[in-house]
Every structure is written in structure tokens, then in C-alpha cells.
């Protein structure tokens, strides 16, 4: 099977970088266009970008030419790791322009008729893009992700509202360095600190999750009957979102019953095989003191959301602490497996 | 004025050695016996104890002999900072001997007979010790205040829980590696890490809680009547423990009502000038990113507690954050402004 | 007396922010000009400026306006903590202007009519300036102090060069992150990291150590006679240049008698009780694992250079670790020093 | 081919568990006997072993029994990283018990009759052993690899001491914290520090490198004829010691020539194929700023040298950075290496 030509807006940033490096030995899609700001545009990839995975740059990778964020010449299927501050018109143009942009970027996650999806969660959501298409009079489609924070809450939270019905949650996140980018969090701010503030992301998690957990009914997302709430904090890791979180449900359930809800969770990805899918979705961890960012963030290529310490609470019923890959399973690796689902379903043919 | 003579048992750990540093230039009190473990016993306190503070040991400490953990020739005020494995059998031998032991340790902290205190919050429960002489038939007495976590919490609830009462609250802590003593942390445990997992600690905050904030009736302590939930989390940060909090109040009032009551928050430390007390016990921070623990945990000498980012929860009420210094405030500091307190009552005469 | 009056040019800085700190209670000089790039000037320095230093900003600064970097209305003596990619002209504007300008700019150093000065070890460069304002038609000056790590490394080796006389000089720096400014450092750079480079600074290393340690002979200096190697690393500390040192001394002498060398050494600036003087310009401490700049890097408010871990060298003749805080005592209170030294020379009348 | 069985004193270490990792998919060796300290002893490694290593716990490994350090059971071939404080005489009890003791700890490095080796760079000293043997009387024998920080400026003098021979040397290191075992260094100690000062490593670094690139004559390892002076740092990295080294030579060449003799260096481990060889054993990286341990450390799987920086030296004649994964490529990969190359020349048969 010929590989699938990709290209990659933003690819000299920390998620674009993740997108070359997950995207190297991908039996699907073969990364063959660039495209970063002006200041990179007419490089080679090699010099234009400031590696910074501990992973070395792709060998293909070094000679392709950076491109400006342009549609002419790109391929099909396009992935998006712009800044927010120009993303909205650039994804839009490659829309415009007939193409299938499958989009890390925060503009268009809320927009109504944009499919905001993980394709363990709702994977039906995609059917979105038909309307899209015809109201916005596209060729081409845009598809988002979540917010890296949400994605490991909604992984967390998906089996519980399937099984037994959300009421509350709150969430409190210590999220790494890594999610602002690079050069991002200056050594200065986080050295040996807590940084309990992040712009924006708080109002992303509490709406994006319930876009996510919501209902397609007749062509929109119902949002989720839950209420959220969280509190979004910068600590001094890496790689990883490690998550406090407590819920409240519908139904009287046991501790039992709810890590076995997790552990038995499997869906359309790992029905499907999609290349980039954890075996495991969740993986749930019996030890006291995990997950941790430094030891579980890797687990299954970093695609699967680990949880531990679960236990009742005091205020709502249950509480735990989850853990999910903040530029893997939380941006790039998220990415991927939608563009996976995507050429699934016939999306990219 | 002569300064009072005081002892300190388990001089040489993180904790006794604030206490060293917060008394010596302490207006009432003078550290002039100091005692630790066997291992330390017999040797002078300079080459006893691994000084770990960025302030220097101070000049007097460093001739003092180490004593062992035995009444004997010990000074009537005793402040006590012993590992919980041994400090539980030590401060009653002390408290028999006669000796006033003003504890950090947590072993009698819910004993029904011992004050649990918080000068600015539950002063009224000092009163227990009455029946704590009388029932153990003691001439000493046990007293003691809380956990490093527990204290921010509490020093931010008192003024809502006095002003509309509580109905629920859920803290998420990120705690400074100095709570856990010295060696303490390792570091390959923590560096570029989280552990989401301090033993025993979410109980403590969720019981010290109810009992700091509870109504003394009869004798007794009533447990406030609200739920708490903790999650305990550790991070790479050196003092000051970081809380996001959210509450339900049994009334309904503004965030700006919130705010003042906080504000104008001043009690019997302030009214009576207590030499440790701070001038302002709670401070609320504007900035959209602050407290932060590298930036103000010494905020007042490191005895107030810092407050910011209040804003409407869609979960509970309010959540907000707050930020306490572990070893003055959560330590130290407290076990010192409660025997201010007690001196100031007469309880040292 | 009156205190004088002086303005600083890049005052939104981590240097600048420095100088405010130290200038605070300074009982000579006053900062009531403010000057900084063009995105602050008009503003109120409150807002202009992202305040990093732990201690809080003076009050008195809060609503200085912030000038732009031209010298109308700018007092005499004006420091400059500017970025070196405009501070080379900047400067030269003031200095033709007829102000005094006392820079930590590394620009002008090498220049042979300019002072490079530390007050305790070449005091006498200063006359320099009489050349410098006659070649130039200059009614003012420029005097420059050395690179932060230049600073610890002559401090310790100028009470040497004078008692022993100098032949080798080995330095490998191990220097923190605020030596790099605000953002500075990417975190993702230097978590868990060592950059073992720092663009251009082992040069100057090299040239300002036989600067600062050169005779002033007709009018010129002469460098020191001596080879000097630097090693330049990036470590993830706050603040506070380790440096590891190997030297070769033109003269036979034990161990003793080197630190005694060092902790003889007193200078100008001690017999003339300079405000910001260190009483002990050196500190030499015996403890096997000292200095360390977590615990010493504010030893005598930040302007001492700490030593420790002196023995002899298999290779040259002795080694030893060097400290010295780098925003202090390698910058802000470097030029500080140097404007006191100064006064007390009749420059400032 | 049957894999050989190994046995492992200190099982559960640092080392150990890097042992057990680098055990797990081994085309020659398989762990199938550990030992450790009498606290772990009877238990099941998976239960006494707290594992921190990234990559997970090997399944074989997590049933097997934990045996006492006594030969009884044991195979023949045996890999020690026991603690230096009981190591001495445990590993002549197994020798003596005919055991072919590859160790990684201090103790017999430096006695005469045993080989201290480095497969690249020394593989000639293992005919020491023919003397041990029969000196001592044992059937078995012990054979050692040096210190992790000795490891990786050897790699680097081998190469230049063959062509061009060394005359001095002076490194100065940067040593990551796993290299103190766990729990190994406090959290309070290192975090935001530079500790200078690790006991009797530089001791080592210089006796150490001056036995490995000695010549064995008659049967004696005549010592290195250069000088060799270390400065030995601990900083805040999880694996890999970074050295900024510096060395004169005794013939006149030039960078490129140096650059060449790293780059063209190869060895018996590489001829022979030897299963943990290196590729290429140094890796020499043109960027400004290379190596670096969070990015390099892991270069040919933790087995090569990573040299960057190269340039000359005032004075000496050349500087440079070398880079070395400190529990691979200096303890752990080592000892394997050792056991390969002994395989290799019969000594397992």
C-alpha cells in the first residue's frame, strides 16, 4: 500500500515536531510538506526548527523545504499545530481550498458545526463535516482535538457517563511544561514553583468536555448534563498532565464496578485497529503512588490515559488521579488517530 | 523582660531547625535545650545537626548540647517537632513530667482532650486542656496544631465558615518537598515529576479540618458540620504548599462579599499584637497568576496565608487559591504563635 | 545629606530590577528615572514591568514613569543594564550627553580608554577615564564592570596575582539561569539539563580577567601575564555562578598560605566603608561541600565571593570552588560598587 | 545457542535494576539468580525491589527470589553493583567459591592483580586474572570497571593517548543524580544547586584513568605517565555526567586531527561484534551546544561517549565537553560489556 502524502502547518513547533516524529515509521500517512511562520518559510526543515524531543529528527525530515502557510501544493490531508493567534484564517483557507485539515488548534473546537472528537469518545460527532461542508460551501473540512487537559479528564470520564450517567465533576490539573510550547514557560517562572494559572485553558477543559461527552442529536452536539469545574495549574514537568479529579455520577456504583468500567473499556479504534490506538485505552494501576508524569506518561506510546488512586469522596462520591500525555495523546498523537478514524470511515478517500 | 526558657524536641530536623531560626530573635522565648535522637545525644547541636536553611544556624544553637528526648532538666515550654513514630509516648512523658509540650507532631492532634489550635481560628479550644489534666492527671499538657496542609486550608475557610458557614469543600494540594523532612524526598522521586500520594495526609486534612472548624460544646469539640475532600499531591517545589480550592457556603453571597470577608479577616493573634502573628493573616492577591509558592510563601515572615484567582466554581460555589508556607505557617510558626497565645492567656505562668 | 539622584537605562530587566532592589534603602543614590525599551516607555513601571525577584517591588518605583533610553532629563549618574544589541550606542549618547554612565553592558569593556573596574581589585583603571573623555570630546564617561562570571573568578584570584603572582588559570562555570535575563531560558532547555555552552561568554571570561588583573602603565593597561581557559556551562540554578578553579602561581607556597591570602584580603572599598561593600570581600569557607549557591550565593547581601574545597591540583598547582551571586555581586552591585567607588573619588561632584 | 545464567549481588539497586533492564532481551546472558541486602532476602524481587527506572519492570524478573549474598546456588558468571561498604569481601567470598565476579563497585579496582577495564580502551589487563588466581589461590576470580565518571573521560583520552600520547588533563564534572543510587541524593539538597563536592570521586576519576591507559608490563600495570586533576560537581540531571575537560598532548596536532582519532576509533568490542558494543563508541557532534544529557545521554543506547565542543585551550592545548550515560555506559553496560568481552576470549567457558 502506497503511503498517504500529509503535511504538517506549524511543523517547527513542539507539536509539530511530535506530529514528524510519530508520523516517521506511520504505515499510513508519510509527512511530505512543511509549512511554519515566515521566518522559517524557504528553509530546509534542518535548520529551520529547534529540535527539541529527546528522539532525534526524522532523517526525511532535514532536507524537506519549509513552506508558508499557504495552500498551494499541499496535499490533501493537512495537520495543524498553529498558534492560536492564526490558526482560525489559515485552517480555513486550506478548507476553503479542498482540504482535509485535521486541526490541534483551539479556534474552531467550539464551533457548532466542527466535530470536536476523540475517537474512543465520539466518534460519531464526525458525521458534523456534512453540514459543514454545505453551510460553509467547503471542499475541503476541519476536525479538532481537544485541549491536551481535557483529553485525559474526557478519557477518564467517557466510560462513566456510558455506564453510569456524569453529574459532577471537578478537576484539578498540574500540567508540564511542554503544553505552552516552545521556548514557552521561561526557566525563571517554574524553577522549583507552581504556576496556578494558565490563560484560557480552564474555560477550555469545562467546555470542551462537555461538547465531547454530549449527544448528536438531529445534526448538533447536546452539550453533556454535567456540571464541570476546573483548576488548571503549571508545574515543573516535562511531559505528562497529571490530574486530580472527583466525580459524581448518576447511578449507586461500586468502587468495583467503576475501575472494572474503565478496565473493560474498548472502542472504535481498537475495534479497528487504527495504527496509532492504545491497546489499552485506560490503564488502571493498583500501586498507592501512581500515575506518575516521569514513570506512566510513555505508557502504550503515550495514547493511553493512566489512572490510580481511586477512592470515594467525601464531597462527591469518587475520586482518582489520572494522567495522559500532553503533546502525544494530547495533541499530535490525538491528532493522528482522528485523521485514522477519518481515512476509516471513508473521510479521506 | 527575662525571655522564658524554652526546649525543643527533635532539634535537628527541617522543623527544628525553623524553630531555632524563628526564635532567635524571639522577644519571649529563648532556645536553650535542645533534644534529638540518640544518634544526635551527647554531641554539641553544630556538628549534630545537617543545618539545612538558607538563613544561617544561628551563632547561640551552635554550642547547645543535644539532649536526649527525657524530661530531665528540660525548661517548662517545650515545642516539640519528633518524628510521629516516636513523638506519641515522648510528649506524654513530657506533659506527665509536667512540661507544657506545644506539638507539630500529629499523633494526639485528635485525641478528644487535646486542643488542636489555630490562634486566628479556634482560639476558645485551648480550654480543653482543663479536662486533659484532669482526666490524664497530668501538672504538664499536650497541645497542638495542625498539619502543614491542613493550616492553609483552614486559615482560608474561618473567615467564610464564620461569616455565611460551609456546606462543602475540596482542596487539591501541591506540597513542597520540605514537608516531608529531611532527607526527605528523594531525588529521582520527584525531579520533573509529581507523586500523587502522601501517606496518610488526605485524612489529616480532612479530620483536622472538621475539628479546627468545629464548635466547642460542653467540653467537646463538635466537627463542623461540612464536607471536606482532599487530594495530596507532591511537587518539585521547595516551601510553601499551593491549594485549589473549591466551596459551597450555606449562603448565598458575591465574590466580592467573599473577598471582603477575607479581607477584613483579624482575630485574637492580631488584636493582641502576638509577637509571630502577621499583620494581615490572609492576603488576596489581584494578579490573574498569583500565589505562587517561589514568589510569596514569605509573605508576613511566611505566616500569612496568600489567596488569589477567586472566581465563581460551576461545581460548587467559589474556588480560589491558596498558598501557606509549610515549615513557618504549617510548622513551626504555628506551634510558636500557639504558645504566644497561651502565654498571652496565662497558660505559661 | 541629600541623596543623588540617578536613572537607569533598562530597567524593566532582571539587572534593572536588581538595581531598584539594591537602590531601595541605598543611603547615597536615589532611582527616580526610569528607562526602557520602546513597548514600556509611557508606561508606569507597575504595569511596564514583569517583576521576577522574590522580594517585592519597592513601592517608590511603582509609578515612576518609564522613559525612553535618550538622555533629556535623565539624571547625571545613570546605570545601564541594557541589552548589549543597543547598549553599545545608547551608552555612547548619555556619555556625550555629559552623564556618567556606569554600565553593565558588556560593549565598551574591552575598549582600551574605557575603566572595566572591580573597586577591590583595580581601583586605580578608573583614571582611564581622563583619556577617554579627551579622546572623545566627551563631558561625561562610560565605566563598565566585568561579565557575572568574571567577577567571582578575579575576585579570587586578584589577593593571588598580588601576593604570588599568577601563571595558569582553569575556571569551569557551572552559572544559573537569571545570568541569561527574562524569559531567558526555555524551561524545556535546562529541566533535568546542562547546556555546556553560552554564546560568547568563555571569551569574555578569558579577556576580562587579564584586564581586570592588568597594570595600568602610561596611561594604557597592560593585561595580566598570566593564561587564562574557560569552560562555560548553563545549570538549572536561580542565581549564583559555581565555578570550579585550577591555578598555577608564579611562586612556591602552601595551602595555608593561599587562604590566607584570601581571607586577609580587604580593599578600597572595606577602608572606605562603602554602603554596598562587603565587610568580607572573601569568605573561605572549611566545610567539604561548600560553597553551594542555594545556601551561600547571598553571603554579606550577595557581594561576597565564597571559596571552599581548596587543595592542591595534580595538573597546576592548587584548585578550589568559587561562588559568587550573579545579578548581585556579578552585575547590579557590581555597578553600584563601582558608582560608590566613584563618589568617593570626586567623580560624581 | 542456550544463554548463559548470571546472577546479580544488589539486585535491587539503581545499578541492579539497570542490570536487570539491560538483561531482559540479551542475546548471550539471562538473569536468573538475584541477591541483595538481608532486608529483600526471601522476598520475591518484584515485592522487595522499588523500581525506578522509565522503561518497566522486566516480567521475568518480578518472581524471582531474592537470595542472600552467599555463593551457595549461585551461576557461575556473576555481576556485582553491591554497595562499596559490604562489597569487598562479599566479592572475594564468591570468587573464592569459583564465581566470575564482574563488578561495578569500588573496592578491588584498584588492587594490583585485578584488571580494571574498559573493553575499547585497556582489554589487554584481563590477563591480569591468570595472577589473581593463582596469588590468591581461587578458582574464580573478580574483574571491575571503573567508576561512572572516570568511564567517560577515558573513552575520550583512549583514542588521543594511542595517537598522539596524553600529557595532562584536567576535567571538571556535572554528575547526574542517579549515579548516588536511591534513595541517593535529598530533594532539599540539590534541587535549584550545585553541590561541589562527591566523596572520594575525584580520587578515583585520577587513579582510576591513569591505571586504564597504563601499559601491562610484566605482567604489572605500569600507571599512565600524564597527570590527570578532577573537580567533581553534582548537579540536577537525572542520568548522564557531563565533563568539561581539558588536556595537553605530547605531539603537536591539529583540532582536525583530534576530531579525526575520535571520530575513526574503534575497537575490539566493535570488531567483535560484541552484543552491548557501541557502534561508535564516540560520537563527536559539531552543534555549538552539544552534548547535552537530556538530549544525548542515550546515544547508542547509553553506551557511546558523546564529545562536542571542541576547540583549543589557552592553557593546556585542546577543551572540550565529553557526555556519559553514568548507570549504563559507567556501571551497568560496563559490567556487560566486561562479561561479553570475557566471553569472547574464553574466559566463561
Given at each position: 500500500m502506497k503511503k498517504m502524502e500529509v503535511g504538517i502547518l506549524g511543523a517547527t513547533g513542539m507539536v509539530g515536531q511530535r506530529f514528524l516524529?510519530?508520523?516517521?515509521?506511520?504505515?499510513?500517512?508519510?509527512?511530505?510538506?512543511?509549512?511554519?511562520?515566515?521566518r522559517s518559510a524557504g528553509k530546509k526543515?534542518?535548520?529551520?526548527?529547534?529540535?527539541?524531543?529527546?528522539?532525534?529528527?526524522?532523517?526525511?525530515?532535514?532536507?524537506?523545504?519549509?513552506?508558508?502557510?499557504?495552500?498551494?501544493?499541499?496535499?490533501?490531508?493537512?495537520?495543524?499545530?498553529?498558534?492560536?493567534?492564526v490558526a482560525g484564517e489559515i485552517e480555513k483557507e486550506f478548507a476553503r481550498a479542498g482540504h482535509v485539515v485535521v486541526s490541534n488548534s483551539s479556534n474552531h473546537r467550539m464551533d457548532a458545526d466542527v466535530p470536536l472528537l476523540i475517537p474512543?469518545?465520539?466518534?460519531d460527532h464526525?458525521?458534523?463535516?456534512?453540514?459543514?461542508?454545505?453551510?460553509?460551501?467547503?471542499?475541503?473540512?476541519?476536525?479538532?482535538?481537544?485541549?491536551?487537559?481535557?483529553?485525559?479528564?474526557?478519557m477518564s470520564l467517557a466510560p462513566l457517563e456510558r455506564a453510569f450517567g456524569l453529574s459532577k465533576v471537578?478537576?484539578?490539573?498540574?500540567?508540564a511544561v511542554s503544553g505552552a510550547g516552545y521556548p514557552g514557560v521561561p526557566t525563571l517562572d517554574i524553577l522549583g514553583n507552581v504556576i496556578p494559572y494558565i490563560s484560557g485553558e480552564e474555560e477550555k477543559v469545562e467546555r470542551e468536555t462537555q461538547k465531547l461527552l454530549g449527544q448528536l442529536v438531529d445534526g448538533r452536539v447536546q452539550p453533556g448534563d454535567?456540571?464541570?469545574?476546573?483548576?488548571?495549574?503549571?508545574?515543573?514537568?516535562e511531559d505528562g498532565h497529571t490530574e486530580s479529579i472527583s466525580v459524581a455520577l448518576r447511578?449507586?456504583?461500586?468502587?468495583?464496578?467503576?475501575?472494572?468500567a474503565w478496565r473493560r473499556f474498548r472502542s472504535l479504534p481498537q475495534e479497528r485497529h487504527l495504527p496509532s490506538a492504545p491497546q489499552h485505552?485506560?490503564?488502571?494501576?493498583?500501586?498507592?503512588?501512581?500515575?506518575?508524569?516521569?514513570?506512566?506518561?510513555?505508557?502504550?506510546?503515550?495514547?493511553?490515559?493512566?489512572?490510580?488512586?481511586?477512592?470515594?469522596c467525601p464531597v462527591l462520591e469518587f475520586k482518582y488521579t489520572a494522567l495522559s500525555h500532553n503533546t502525544i495523546r494530547g495533541a499530535a498523537g490525538a491528532a493522528l488517530l482522528n485523521a485514522e478514524l477519518m481515512r476509516s470511515e471513508g473521510y479521506l478517500d
Open positions: 516524529s510519530l508520523l516517521e515509521h506511520h504505515p499510513w500517512f508519510e509527512a511530505t510538506w512543511l509549512a511554519a511562520s515566515d526543515y534542518g535548520e529551520a526548527c529547534n529540535w527539541r524531543l529527546r528522539s532525534p529528527m526524522p532523517v526525511a525530515a532535514r532536507d524537506l523545504e519549509v513552506h508558508e502557510c499557504k495552500p498551494g501544493g499541499a496535499p490533501q490531508l493537512i495537520f495543524s499545530s498553529l498558534d492560536s493567534k474512543e469518545v465520539n466518534p464526525l458525521a458534523l463535516v456534512g453540514a459543514q461542508r454545505k453551510q460553509r460551501g467547503w471542499s475541503g473540512m476541519i476536525v479538532t482535538n481537544p485541549n491536551c487537559t481535557t483529553v485525559g479528564l474526557v471537578m478537576m484539578t490539573s498540574m500540567q454535567f456540571a464541570v469545574s476546573a483548576h488548571c495549574n503549571r508545574v515543573m514537568v447511578q449507586k456504583v461500586s468502587l468495583g464496578e467503576l475501575i472494572e485505552p485506560i490503564v488502571v494501576r493498583d500501586e498507592a503512588d501512581r500515575p506518575q508524569p516521569r514513570l506512566d506518561a510513555e505508557t502504550e506510546h503515550g495514547m493511553a490515559t493512566v489512572i490510580g488512586r481511586v477512592r470515594p
